[in-house]
């Protein structure tokens, strides 16, 4: 058996989420379906994260164990084709020794949320972005986002399905800007917690709206209770961007 590591990128409109689920169709389902199909072989698909429904990668890592002479561009192609017509596509993959792990060894988390701030209705990119017809502040979103910079207790921002060990989490970059349009939030983290940055997401969005100020936000922050979030984000809007691993660039 060889370790693959295996670089996806997926629409999640049409999925249950990544990992695989009793009452529907998943990213990992998928994959795993698609690798049986070429190969014979029933194998099961770890991730560096998991999505929920609706949430899209451009760069998720996942790893199998497969025994195949297929050269890795082969095994790319075959994956592919097997694949279709789901959304979903295996961009890159690699040999790792047998010990790695997508998922332990995984150092690093990137998540982009895309928000269409405009009135009239999405074509190309609806339901793949939150649309918000409200004038949207992307500069005081921004300040108000530092707040949550750092070593906190996210409880607050936390689903209650969660099934992390700790609400602390050490936040490393939480970025919004404007272009045109969009308004692009962009976090960083070596983990989150489930629902943590569509949480965010929409209290930052009530923050551009005049809604919320700092100290609002703030206030929801050090309350540490779930009771306080604003909205929750719908998770169209969220893409996970990419996993950094130690001695990887």
Known sequence: MTRYALTLEFDGAPFMGLQRQNHGMTVQQAVEDAVLKFSGQ???????????AGVHAYGMVSHIDLDTDLSLFRMQEAINACLR???????HIAIKPDDWHSRFDCTGRSYIYKICNRR??????????W?????????????????LTGLHDFTTFRSVNCQSQSPVKTLDRLDVYREGEWVFVEAEARSFLHHQVRSMVGCL????????????????LDAKDRQMLGINAPPNGLYFVSAQYPNET
């Not at 017509?85 to 961009?91: E, F, G, K, L, S």
């Open 42 to 52: 029933d194998v099961r698909m770890q991730s560096a994260g998991r999505t929920d």
């Open 131 to 147: 649309q918000i017809p409200q004038e949207l502040d992307a500069e005081a979103m921004h300040d108000a986002a530092q707040l």
């Open 120 to 129: 009239a209705p999405l074509t190309f990119e609806r339901g793949n972005a």
């Open 205 to 220: 969005a009530l923050v551009g709206m005049g809604r919320w100020d700092e100290a609002r936000l703030k206030e929801a």
């Open 85 to 91: 017509p789901h959304p979903v596509a295996v961009t």
